[in-house]
């Protein structure tokens, strides 16, 4: 499903073009040594990488990352290739060690952190997080940091997998144009306030932030635009589209209007059904 974040009053749907995807899956458990795994800062004090195999969670290898405990974000990075965008990657890893370790993505769409650290302990453990490919995506990075300044950490890392979801089932047809009305997807009625200027006669707004929920969406394989009829208030109005998929929130795009307080349109960059979870 859709959601739309700030003042938003309606949407017209309309198509763009064509489009196609496929499900595949990327591994790395370190057989044949490092590689693309690099420490995430490049330069001064950075975590030292080696290739271990005491105990190991699969294989006969894994990665090991020592800490140098002076900044934070230290850590290592691998990146997935030769993926196909326009759906959902979920990654999973096995790790161990001391310290604690947090999974964080970053693909053309931007970052998604995992929300919570994970304790490290002696005995292997898996952790996962999900994040929304979109449709250009040929990569995506990997991240095991330090969230904080950690003395003593050592990362542990291995059998890291990224699965794809299956694509959405689409028909290669042409939708809409389609008119929806903020208020019928207000995440608070309290935002809903008559208008006689706005279309409909009503306009939903809010003076710090706006969401809009559980927006409709065509099964076509076609990429779809998303119009916005605005009012801003302020001369640094952002709206955002956004899709909650895997557990998480996750950014699609944004649109910024011009200043002056009059009704105008915005529009995103076209989206995917595959991006938006349909």
């Known amino acids: 499903m ?21 499900s595949q899956q990327w591994t790395e458990s370190f057989e044949n040594g490092l590689g693309n795994a690099k420490p995430y800062h490049r330069n001064d ?21 020592t800490l140098p405990g002076k ?14 965008g326009g759906r959902l990657a979920t990654v999973t890893a096995k790790v161990r060690g001391t310290g604690q370790i947090w999974l964080c993505l970053i693909s053309a769409n931007g970052w998604l ?13 898996a952790i996962e997080l ?20 950690q003395q003593g950490a050592t990362f542990e890392v291995d059998d890291i997998q ?5 694509p959405p089932k689409v ?23 008559q208008d006689e200027s706005a279309s409909g006669g009503r306009s939903v707004g809010s003076g710090q932030y706006c969401r809009l929920v559980q927006m409709p969406f065509p099964r076509t394989s076609r990429p779809v635009t998303v119009y916005l009829r605005v009012k801003a208030g302020s001369g640094d109005e952002e709206y ?20 002056g307080r009059h009704w105008q349109w915005v529009r995103f960059t076209a989206v995917h059904a595959g991006e938006v979870g349909v």
């Open 2 to 22: 859709l959601e739309l974040v700030r003042w938003i009053v309606a949407c017209f749907v309309v198509l763009a073009c064509a489009s196609s995807a496929w």
């Open 45 to 65: 004090a950075r975590a030292e990488l080696e290739i271990a195999s005491d105990v190991r969670a699969d294989g006969k290898q894994f990665l090991r990352a």
């Open 71 to 84: 900044r934070k974000l230290e850590g290592v990075n691998v990146t997935a290739t030769a993926l196909s």
């Open 113 to 125: 952190y995992s929300p919570h650290t994970v304790p490290l302990t002696d005995q292997w453990q």
């Open 130 to 149: 999900s994040k929304v490919l979109i449709i250009r995506d040929k990569t995506l990075g990997i991240h095991f940091l330090s969230r904080d300044i």
């Open 162 to 166: 990224v699965t794809l979801a299956d």
């Open 171 to 193: 028909v290669d047809a042409q939708v809409g144009p389609w008119r929806l009305e903020a208020e019928d997807f207000t995440l608070r009625r309290s935002y809903v306030a």
């Open 240 to 259: 955002r589209l956004i899709t909650t998929q895997g557990g998480n929130t996750q950014f699609l795009g944004s649109a910024r209007p011009k200043p």
